[in-house]
């Protein structure tokens, strides 16, 4: 366990709004007409002018002192939902094997995506049934990556705009299979379409149209999987590289990384219900997960101490919007926009299910069905309807790298106070997996940061550069990698002129000193604008 603190006088520094690029228009001859324009034209002024002067002094008294000793243990994959807030104190270490469940947030994974359908007509007859044709050849890939089975039953696949197609009930999707979901026409798999992927399909594959198409737009859209209950299971964002005429494909596949245009690394322009070079879908590939060449060949584990990194928490949001909006949906608000980003720097997959982020004074919020990969990020806000699709002018509203994912902890909220906390990240048994602790410098209208990222042992304010924050992204706003980043010589922020270190990335966004913060207004140790530390 790393127990972390700030090593440095810090800033209080400002912040710039970005503004967005807009995808160039849609050339693409096939005329696929989806102008979603949603142009999201909220005008939203609320200028919430809360300056933070409330003197809430809410000190987390309550007097809940359930220790919560329930060691429920077993993997519980069943579709009970309730919320379970009795005081059960039993040992429960029953080995629950119940049936299929709900989908838990990563084991259904997005593998591939055509938007945009060749216009030749054997190379754009994706669903080979001898027919080329914009909306019909448009399909999606969906793999089960994990280790049991999972009921889609009422899921959906939305874009940015609407629901487009609802598993039937009684789709039962097992560990390894896969699922594609084309947008209408009648898929003809026997080896008779003109296509090298138009042969029959392993067994583990199942075949679904749509009536109403998907409708991606070829030029930028999100591809997004949500379960009967709500939860979302998959975002899968995409841009301009979609409109090519080929599919986009994760690479490597069966693993949550980046999308890829698929004749980049193939010789196809798709491989539906296949890997890309034609091998069965199934489960994760077996790849080298460290610099001492050791592979990954399991599903998901329990998590370990070390596997997982609280790399910065935002406790005291800007006073107003648009700066303060850290949750990107359009409202500051002082609980709602808290957050905390936690990375899986480790080389297996991991089972949060269960697991609990505390604050100095109680549990505040107890991860459901969660399944985080090597590399992946999660960011925990306080409150609800974390929105990244762009739509927010500032630079962290677009949508999130491939790797990361949002989600919220209301209606409880995070309780961050400003003046001091110690976030703990604790497993389901009990083992403490990381502690992020603070002092005053949490008051300052600034995330706080690992220095280096993901591996400290510092912690400083965010550098402004880029903004006041950056959920979901190093602090200059390129995606969060795990991997050996050369950090010698004098690059300013949390950077020792020492040798590689293996996982730590360099996060200087112009070197003003041996702290590598930006020049600003020095701190008093006070909290921004009469704030009294507690939250808001």
């Known amino acids: 366990m790393r127990l972390t603190f700030l090593l440095a006088t810090l800033a209080l520094v400002g912040c710039k709004a970005g503004t967005g690029v807009d995808d160039a228009d849609l050339t693409d001859a096939d005329a696929d007409a989806d102008t979603d324009s949603d142009a999201d034209t909220d005008s939203d002024t609320d200028s919430d002018a809360d300056s933070d002067t409330d003197a809430d002094t809410d000190a987390d008294s309550d007097s809940d002192t359930d220790a919560d000793t329930d060691a429920d243990t077993d993997a519980d994959t069943d579709s009970d939902t309730d919320s379970d807030t009795d005081s059960d104190t039993d040992a429960d270490t029953d080995t629950d094997t119940a049936g299929p469940g709900l989908p838990v947030v990563g ?22 049934d001898g027919v080329r044709d914009a909306a019909d050849d448009e399909f999606v890939e969906l793999v089960n990556v994990g280790s049991y089975a999972v009921d889609l039953s009422g899921a959906t696949i939305a874009d940015s705009t609407d629901v487009r197609f609802t598993f039937p009930a009684g789709t039962i999707v097992g560990p390894g299979d896969a699922m594609v979901v084309f947008g209408g026409g009648t898929p003809t798999f026997d080896g008779s379409g003109a296509g090298p992927w138009c042969g029959a399909l392993p067994a583990n594959v199942s075949l679904y149209t749509t009536p109403s198409g998907l409708t991606l737009t ?12 709500g939860m979302v299971i998959q975002n899968a964002a995409f841009g301009a590289l979609a409109s090519a005429d080929q599919s986009l494909v994760r690479q490597p596949e069966l693993l949550p990384g980046p999308f890829v245009q698929h004749a980049t690394v193939y010789a196809d322009p798709m491989s539906p219900g296949r890997q890309g070079d034609g091998s069965p879908l199934g489960e994760a590939p077996v790849v080298d997960t460290s610099d001492t060449g050791a592979t990954d060949t399991g599903g998901p584990s329990f998590p370990v101490v070390g596997d997982l990194v609280i790399n910065e928490v935002l406790a005291d949001p800007p006073p107003a919007a648009p700066e303060g909006d850290a949750n990107c949906d359009g409202v500051r608000d002082s609980a709602d926009d808290e957050f905390v980003e936690i990375v899986n720097v480790g080389a297996s997959p991991v089972d949060l299910t269960g697991a609990t982020l505390s604050d100095a004074t109680a549990v505040r919020f107890t991860f459901g069905g969660l399944v985080l990969f090597p590399g992946e990020v999660v960011v925990v806000f306080g409150g609800p309807t974390p929105t990244f699709d762009g739509t927010g002018t500032s630079p962290w509203c677009a949508p999130l790298p491939a790797n990361a994912r949002a989600i919220d902890a209301a209606p409880n909220g995070l309780g961050l106070n400003n003046n001091g906390d110690t976030v703990t990240l604790t497993a389901s048994n009990g083992t403490v997996l990381d502690v992020f602790a603070y002092g005053l410098e949490g008051g300052s ?18 550098p402004s550069a880029w903004g006041p924050y950056s959920p979901g992204r190093f602090v200059d706003g390129t995606p969060i990698v795990v991997g050996p980043v050369d950090t010698a010589g004098d690059t300013g922020l949390g950077d020792t002129g020492g040798a590689d270190t293996g996982m730590a990335v360099d996060t200087a966004v112009g070197d003003t000193g041996s702290t590598g913060l930006a020049a600003g207004t020095a701190d008093t140790g006070a909290a921004s604008t009469g704030d009294t530390g507690s939250n808001p």
């Open 107 to 128: 084991l259904i994974l997005v593998n591939e995506i055509l938007a945009d359908p060749d216009t030749d007509p054997v190379l754009g007859d994706a669903n080979c």
């Open 218 to 229: 070829n030029t930028g859209d999100s591809v997004v999987l949500t379960a009967s209950n």
């Open 445 to 462: 209208d600034l995330s706080l940061v690992l220095s280096p990222e993901l591996a400290g042992p510092s912690i400083v304010q965010h």
